[in-house]
């Protein structure tokens, strides 16, 4: 199983920038799909996930209503579209996959991760 994230990039404050995320070795169907986030010298913070049986999206209280999660299981792929992006957004952004359910709980086990890439909001 393989989850190969899009390059991040520098962005300006306001600004937007598409992650994707392609799955291979699995069908994308069977699983929640998510996004996470790491900052220097911060915990791992869940960003968004969706799931399996009606796509319903959740995010985290500091993203919510800028950042948008989306999938296309016909490409295997998923999607995070951030919008209004602000400096404290800057962090390293994993995808993973999880059997089934979707959560963004502290801790929570996920069952492949992808690389990492970077994300930096900076004028």
């Known amino acids: 199983v393989q989850l190969q994230a899009s390059e991040g990039g520098l962005v300006q404050p306001g600004g937007s920038l598409r992650l994707s995320c392609a799955a291979s070795?699995?069908?994308?169907?069977?699983?929640?799909m998510a996004w996470f986030r790491q900052a220097p010298g911060k915990e791992r913070e869940g960003v968004s996930c969706i799931g399996t049986f009606d796509n319903t999206p959740y995010y985290g209280t500091s993203v919510k209503g800028r950042f948008t999660i989306s999938r296309d299981n016909a490409k295997n792929t998923v999607y995070l579209q951030m919008n209004s992006l602000k400096p404290e957004d800057t962090a390293v952004y994993f995808c993973a996959a999880r059997y089934r359910y979707c959560s963004l709980k502290p801790g929570v086990r996920y069952d492949y991760w992808g690389q990492g890439t970077q994300v930096t909001v900076s004028s």
């Open positions: 070795g699995l069908i994308l169907d069977d699983y929640a």
